[in-house]
């Protein structure tokens, strides 16, 4: 079982930065892939970034491409998302997710947290 729990949202204004942390218990994280998902309102949550265990992998949405950051601590059991160059069109939910491989499929992310409201101003 794996409980996760992410802070750093807010209020932001376009071109600003915020940093994502997502808290995980149990004692899978350190082999876990952890994922970024978000979801805007009426709209379907999509993948924004993962990272597998080591962290030597990372996969990313061509929309947040050059702009995010995913990183993990697993001496922390933390996963992080920095998020720079921000756009009105990245307000949205932020979710980490885990799951047992690499997926930018949400379907292959078996635990979730509760989210947390990331909002850029123009």
């Known amino acids: 079982q794996v409980q996760l729990v992410e802070t750093g949202g807010g209020l932001v204004q376009a071109g600003g930065s915020l940093k994502l942390s997502c808290v995980a218990s149990g004692r899978t994280f350190s082999t876990a892939v952890m994922g970024w998902f978000r979801q805007a309102p009426g709209k379907e949550r999509e993948f924004v970034a993962a990272?597998?265990?080591?962290?030597?992998?990372?996969y990313y949405a061509d929309s947040v491409k050059g702009r995010f950051t995913i990183s993990r601590n697993n001496a922390k059991n933390t996963v992080y998302l920095q998020m720079n160059t921000l756009k009105p069109e990245d307000t949205a939910v932020y979710y980490c997710?885990?799951?047992?491989?690499?997926?930018?499929?949400?379907?292959?992310?078996?635990?979730w947290g509760q989210g947390t409201q990331v909002t850029v101003s123009s």
């Open positions: 990272i597998n265990w080591s962290g030597g992998t990372t």
């Open positions: 997710a885990a799951a047992p491989r690499l997926s930018t499929n949400r379907r292959a992310y078996n635990y």
